[in-house]
């Protein structure tokens, strides 16, 4: 633990301390597609269950001072070695409060999705990748979405399939709210 409000050494500075004693914070996330439609993952595990694994978006927290804009591409940059332009990124898209264990401590995450595409999919890299990332993360993939829908391991969010392709033609402008803990 570190002195910091007795927050985890683990969590870093962004993370406060919510009234349903949760660890919380605000994050950014990034939908990126190939030209052949394909949507960017990683694969991560449970640090205290390492047999459970999931894909989910790259993306992480919000830096004190930053938008959540400049945090989407900064986290794509770091988590995969892709630098765009945080201006390239539209929305946001898509909006949740994800409620989930972080090395197995309850944390609530309130993200935002930002879209992008790219002209081909580049060598992913993982050389930006935290300590604490190189614990849970374990590959980068570009899925398919209907191999990701017929795949046996969750995703994050749930319903992540049928909210790209609602944005395979662009945005239309209108933010999405997944429901609680989608």
Excluded: C, Y
Aim: charged share 30%; proline share 5%.
């Amino acid at each position: 633990m570190t002195a910091a409000a007795g927050r985890p050494g683990f969590l870093g500075p962004d993370w406060t301390l919510g009234a349903d004693g949760r660890w919380h914070r605000r994050g950014a996330r990034v939908l990126l597609l190939d030209e052949q439609d394909r949507l960017l993952l990683a694969r991560g595990h449970d640090a205290d269950r390492p047999e459970r694994s999931w894909w989910f978006t790259v993306g992480g927290g919000i830096d004190e001072g930053e938008s959540a804009r400049q945090a989407a591409a900064r986290e794509l940059f770091e988590e995969t070695g892709l630098r765009l332009d945080a201006e390239r990124l539209v929305g946001p898209v898509l909006r949740r409060a994800a409620v989930f264990d972080f090395w197995a401590l309850p944390v609530r995450q309130d993200e935002v999705f930002f879209l992008a595409r790219i002209a081909d999919a580049p060598e992913l890299v993982a050389d930006g990748w935290t300590a604490i990332e190189r614990d849970f993360m374990d590959e980068l993939a570009w899925w398919d979405l209907d191999d990701l829908e017929a795949q046996h391991l969750e995703v994050f969010p749930a319903r992540l399939p049928a909210v790209v392709r609602g944005l395979l033609n662009g945005w239309d402008g209108v933010l999405r709210t997944l429901p609680d803990g989608a």
